[in-house]
């Protein structure tokens, strides 16, 4: 029987990153986040640093990302957990001034939800921006002491879970307004899943116990857990479109939900099948992941495609080491550690 560490396979993961990405996109965010967590778990000094060299350079002006929000700009969600911890306090200014720029001057639909700058009067909204703002605004707020922050990540998440969640099954769309006016996507984006799944989750495990937010990001956070394991394949994965085991398998919402499932676990909101599912879905993940940290079967960029419907979800190509393929790898793989898995059987 063979054994696969955890942890070895996440750092050769991210040494494939390294090689493949800049990290100038949200892409490099999610990223560069979970390195920082993995580090962290492991106790790991070397790669820590690596990290933080990264997120210094943007949190110093030195590197630009293309993207829409202005958090981004100092290393996002991994610069402000770091502060957040008490491992990264050089970055505070920095934190504290893209958290102001974040919560002021991004544009907003008439409910308040973040919607797409290049385009604002259309009030085209999308679920990435849970991943985009939430567990930025969180760990800046828990940083910083400013619970208007924390307000902020969590109506976020919670009016676009509100907008998104389809009753039929409990998951996700991934849009309003992008496929025509007033109208939502079709889909159960795997990795649109995941991104609510992953604000959700944040939630779920830094409010504080007596934060009167917690009870319901807890029962959002659960219930969208429970929708989600449904639909696990029997190899422990998640598909393109997640009800439609026709649909190719996909590798970064798979990640992104079992790292929701780990964190479940660990706070305690999950219960014995979530174990069952997470080393499972383990499992599947790590056959799509070469010995040299390649990463197959991540869905290339996703915004409505064509008119938002389910076909042309699942019409989309997957990527070898598209640059989704691996902040998902080291969450979860990082979040198995946490909770006492750290090798693999085969």
Known sequence: ??????????????????????????????????????AVLTEDAELLDRVRAR?????????????????YDCGGNGTAWLLMLG???????????????????????????????FCPADEKIWIDVAFAVTPFLLFAGLALGEDRYIEEAWQQTAKMVRVFRDPAN??????????GPGNTSHDHWSRGNGWGLHALTELANY????????????????????????????NGMFHQELPDP????????????????????????????????????LRGYLSYIAVDGAVHHTC???????????????AKRWALNDPHAFGPVLLSFGQAIAVGIRQVEF
Do not use: W
Request: glycine share 10%; with cysteine.
């Open 246 to 281: 026709t649909s190719f398998v996909e590798t970064s919402g798979t990640g992104l939900l079992l790292y929701a499932f780990g964190v479940g676990l660990e706070r305690g909101l999950l219960g014995k099948p979530f174990r069952a599912a997470l080393a499972k879905g």
């Open 300 to 314: 290339q960029g996703c915004l409505c495609p064509g008119e938002g419907t389910v076909e042309d979800y699942k």
């Open 170 to 179: 409990g998951l996700l769309h991934q849009s309003r307004n992008f496929n």
């Open 87 to 117: 491992e990264f306090p050089d970055a505070e200014p920095a934190v504290r001034r893209h958290a102001e720029l974040t919560v002021h001057d991004a544009p907003r639909d008439r409910n308040g939800i973040l919607c797409a700058p």
């Open 1 to 38: 029987m063979a054994s696969i560490d955890l942890n070895a396979t996440a750092r050769r993961c991210f040494d494939r990153a390294t090689a493949t990405q800049d990290f100038r996109d949200y892409t490099g965010i999610l990223t560069l986040h979970g390195a920082a967590r993995l």
């Open 55 to 71: 997120l210094r350079a943007f949190v110093r002006g030195l590197c630009a990302v293309n993207g829409n929000f202005a958090n």
């Open 207 to 234: 409010l504080p116990a007596d934060d009167p937010r917690r009870p319901e990001a807890e029962a959002l956070f659960t219930d969208l857990c429970a929708s989600c394991l449904a639909v696990q394949d029997a």
